[in-house]
T-cell receptor, first 110, second 114 residues
Framework: EDQVTQSPEALRLQEGESSSLNCSYT??????LFWYRQDPGKGPEFLFT???AGEEKEKERLKATLTKKESFLHITAPKPEDSATYLC???????????FGAGTTVTVRA | DGGITQSPKYLFRKEGQNVTLSCEQN?????MYWYRQDPGQGLRLIYY???????QKGDIAEGYSVSREKKESFPLTVTSAQKNPTAFYLC?????????????FGSGTRLTVV
C-alpha cells in the first residue's frame, strides 16, 4: 500500500525566512509525485508534478525536488500570501488514484 | 471556463438522514473521485469511477454510495449507516491524457451532523 508522510505538520515563518517541507513516500513504482496548495475551506490547487529522481520544478518562490524516497518543497523568501496547507500525493503504477499525506500548514507572518 | 462544481458548499444532516452531495464537471474527464478530508489526516478515498456506469470502492466506502449515470456527474450519498459523517468532502477528476496535471478538484462541501 502506498504511504505518504509529510513533515513538519505546521511551520511558522517570518516573511523572508526560507524553509523546506518534506514528503517521504513509499510506493511500488512511482508514476508521479504531486504537490498541491490548499487554502482554508477550498479545494486543493495543483502546483507541480515530479516523475523521476533528480527532477526539479519551480514556480515563483516555490521549488520542488525529488529523490527516490522523498520530495522537498522549498519556499524561498516567503510572503504572507504563501500561507496555506501544502499537500503531497503519489501515484502508483495502477490506474489514477492518488495517495495523500496529511499536509504541512505554513503560516508566514509579516 | 472548465471546472468542477460541488454543491452545496455547506450541508447539515440530522441523525438518521441520508444526504446527497453533488459533483459536476465540464472538463470531459473520464475518471472522477470522492475524497474525505478530516483535520490532521490526509485525504481518504471514498469511491471512484473511471467510466460511466462503473465505480469502485475506495479505502473508506462504508456508509457511502455513488452513481455514475453521466460522464459529467458523480453524486455522493452519505447514508445513515455512516456513523461519523462530519467532514470536508472533495470531488476530483482526471483525464488520462492530461494525467501529468494530477487531479482537478472542486471547491468542496462541508458536511456537519446536527
Amino acid at each position: 500500500e502506498d504511504q505518504v508522510t509529510q513533515s513538519p505538520e505546521a511551520l511558522r515563518l517570518q516573511e523572508g525566512e526560507s524553509s523546506s517541507l518534506n514528503c517521504s513516500y513509499t510506493v511500488s513504482g512511482l508514476r508521479g509525485l504531486f504537490w498541491y496548495r490548499q487554502d482554508p475551506g477550498k479545494g486543493p490547487e495543483f502546483l507541480f508534478t515530479l516523475y523521476s529522481a533528480g527532477e526539479e520544478k519551480e514556480k515563483e518562490r516555490l521549488k520542488a525536488t525529488l529523490t527516490k524516497k522523498e520530495s522537498f518543497l522549498h519556499i524561498t523568501a516567503p510572503k504572507p500570501e504563501d500561507s496555506a496547507t501544502y499537500l503531497c500525493a503519489v501515484q502508483g503504477p495502477n490506474d489514477y488514484k492518488l495517495s495523500f499525506g496529511a499536509g504541512t500548514t505554513v503560516t508566514v507572518r509579516a | 471556463d472548465g471546472g468542477i462544481t460541488q454543491s452545496p458548499k455547506y450541508l447539515f444532516r440530522k441523525e438518521g438522514q441520508n444526504v446527497t452531495l453533488s459533483c459536476e464537471q465540464n472538463l470531459n474527464h473520464d475518471a472522477m473521485y470522492w475524497y474525505r478530508q478530516d483535520p490532521g489526516q490526509g485525504l481518504r478515498l471514498i469511491y471512484y469511477s473511471q467510466i460511466v456506469n462503473d465505480f469502485q470502492k475506495g479505502d473508506i466506502a462504508e456508509g457511502y454510495s455513488v452513481s455514475r449515470e453521466k460522464k459529467e456527474s458523480f453524486p455522493l450519498t452519505v447514508t445513515s449507516a455512516q456513523k461519523n459523517p462530519t467532514a470536508f468532502y472533495l470531488c476530483a477528476s482526471i483525464s488520462p491524457i492530461q494525467g501529468n496535471y494530477g487531479y482537478t478538484f472542486g471547491s468542496g462541501t462541508r458536511l456537519t451532523v446536527v
